[in-house]
C-alpha cells in the first residue's frame, strides 16, 4: 500500500514542550514549570456572561467574521491601548484562538518559495504553520546579549528578494523579551524600506512590567498597512480552553483569512464570543491584578535563580523566565530530563523554541508562589549535587595528572 500521508506533514516535527508534559502527566508528586497557561480561572463575571448566552439559547453560528458587537469590542479596546484603529466590518476577524489567526495569515499571504523571516527561540508554531504554508521559514536567531531583542543588523542579514513576511513574537515566548517603541521604529524602516509584510503575534501584550506599556509596531507610521496584528483571550484574561483569538489588519488580507476560516471553521465558539464581549468591557481591573501576581513571582523567581548561580537576564513580558544551564557543560534536554527524573520538576528545554534556545530552560511562572518555592528549592538541590559532581569529577582529573 502507498503511504497515505503528505510529505510535507511527515517532515514537520512534534512540538517539543509536549514530549515533558506527557511524562509529567505519568508522574506522581511531579511539578510541572513547563504549561504556558494562567493558573487563574477565567474571572467570574465573564464566565456568567458565558452561562448567560447558554441561559438564553445563544447556541447558533455567529457569522464567519463573529459576533458584530464582539468586533467592536475589539476595535474599541485596540484603540484604547494601542491608539491605532481599524474597521469592525472588514478589518477585525475572530479565530480559534491566537495560532488559527497566524495559519490564517500565512496561507492567505505566502506564495511557494516566499520566505518567512522567524526570530527564534519563539513560540513553536510559526515554522511549521510556515511550510503548511508553502513558505520557506528562515531563522533569525536571537541572543541573551541583545535581551533576545530583535535588533536591525540580525533583520538585514536574513532579507532576501524572496522574503515577505516578518514574524514578529513579542513580548516572547519563551525568553520573556520586549521590543520598545525606540526598537520598533528601526525595524519599521526597514520593513518599509524592503516593502516586507509584519505578522505580529502580540497575546502577551498586556503582561508587560517594565516602565512603558506594551507598544504595537501597527502604531508606528506607516506600519498599519503592512501589519496584520494578531492577539486573543487566553493569557491576560485567563481563558485558555475558551479558545479564542482575533486578527486586525488590511481588508485585502483579512478578506483572503476569513474565506480560509469559512471553509475550515465556520465560526469561533459562540459562548465564547459572548463571553470575550464582557471580558474586554469591564475586565481592566482582573488583569491589572493577575499582571501584579506574575511580576511578583517573575522577580522572585529572578532573584532565587540567580542567588542559585543560575545566569539569567531579566524578562520584561509575558509569564516566562530562560535561565542559561550552559555552566552545567549539559544540552537544554539532557538537564531537563534529569531534574525531572531526580527531582520531579518538569521545565522546557530551550530548544524545544529553536536550535538557538539550546543552552537554556524555558521556567514558567503562571504558578502559585507555594508551588514556585517547592520547585526552586528541588532545582536549588538538583543544582548544588550537580556542581557537586564537577567538582569531584575536577578533583579526580587533578589527581589523575599528579599521578602520572
Given at each position: 500500500m502507498r503511504n497515505p500521508l503528505s510529505d510535507k506533514?511527515?517532515?514537520?516535527p512534534w512540538s517539543g514542550i509536549r514530549k515533558f508534559f506527557d511524562i509529567v502527566n505519568e508522574m506522581k508528586d511531579a511539578i510541572s514549570l513547563g504549561v504556558g497557561e494562567p493558573d487563574f480561572d477565567t474571572p467570574w463575571h465573564i464566565?456568567?456572561?458565558g452561562i448567560y448566552s447558554l441561559e438564553k439559547g445563544r447556541t447558533f453560528y455567529t457569522s464567519n467574521a463573529g459576533l458584530k458587537e464582539l468586533r467592536e469590542e475589539i476595535h474599541n479596546y485596540v484603540h484604547r491601548k494601542y491608539n491605532v484603529s481599524y474597521d469592525p466590518d472588514s478589518e477585525i476577524m475572530v479565530t480559534v484562538g491566537g495560532s488559527e489567526a497566524i495559519d490564517l495569515a500565512m496561507r492567505a499571504m505566502l506564495n511557494p518559495g516566499d520566505e518567512v523571516l522567524i526570530p527564534q527561540p519563539s513560540y513553536v508554531s510559526y515554522d511549521p504553520c510556515a511550510i503548511l504554508a508553502d513558505g520557506v521559514p528562515v531563522i533569525i536567531e536571537l541572543e541573551e546579549k541583545d535581551q533576545f531583542r530583535l535588533t536591525p543588523e540580525k533583520l538585514l542579514e536574513k532579507i532576501t528578494p524572496k522574503t515577505k513576511i516578518l514574524v514578529l513574537p513579542f513580548p516572547n515566548n519563551?525568553?520573556?523579551?520586549?521590543?520598545?517603541?525606540e526598537d520598533l521604529e528601526k525595524i519599521a524602516a526597514i520593513v518599509e524600506e524592503h516593502d516586507l509584510f509584519v505578522l505580529s503575534d502580540e497575546i502577551y501584550g498586556e503582561l508587560t512590567y517594565g516602565?512603558?506599556?506594551?507598544?504595537?509596531?501597527?502604531s508606528i507610521p506607516g506600519m498599519r498597512d503592512r501589519t496584520i496584528l494578531i492577539n486573543g483571550f487566553s493569557k491576560a484574561f485567563a481563558m485558555t480552553g475558551w479558545r479564542l483569538g482575533y486578527a486586525c489588519g488590511p481588508e485585502i488580507i483579512l478578506k483572503q483569512m476569513l474565506k480560509i476560516h469559512q471553509y475550515a471553521i465556520m465560526c469561533a465558539p459562540t459562548t465564547s464570543q459572548y463571553a470575550a464581549v464582557d471580558a474586554l468591557k469591564n475586565s481592566d481591573e482582573d488583569v491589572a491584578h493577575m499582571k501584579e501576581s506574575y511580576d511578583q513571582r517573575r522577580r522572585y523567581l529572578l532573584h532565587a535563580l540567580?542567588?542559585?548561580?543560575m545566569e539569567c537576564f531579566e524578562p520584561l513580558g509575558a509569564f516566562y523566565i530562560f535561565p542559561s544551564i550552559k555552566r552545567f557543560g549539559m544540552t537544554s534536554e539532557e538537564f531537563a530530563l534529569r531534574l525531572l527524573e531526580e527531582e520531579k520538576v518538569a521545565v522546557v528545554p530551550g530548544t524545544a523554541f529553536g536550535a538557538c534556545g539550546e543552552g537554556f530552560l524555558r521556567i514558567s511562572y503562571a504558578y502559585s508562589l507555594k508551588s514556585l518555592k517547592e520547585a526552586l528549592g528541588r532545582i536549588e538541590r538538583f543544582v548544588k549535587r550537580l556542581d557537586e559532581e564537577t567538582a569531584a569529577k575536577e578533583k579526580n582529573e587533578e589527581n589523575a595528572g599528579e599521578a602520572k
Open positions: 506533514i511527515e517532515m514537520i464566565r456568567e456572561e519563551p525568553t520573556g523579551a520586549i521590543m520598545t517603541r516602565d512603558e506599556p506594551h507598544v504595537t509596531i501597527a540567580r542567588e542559585m548561580g
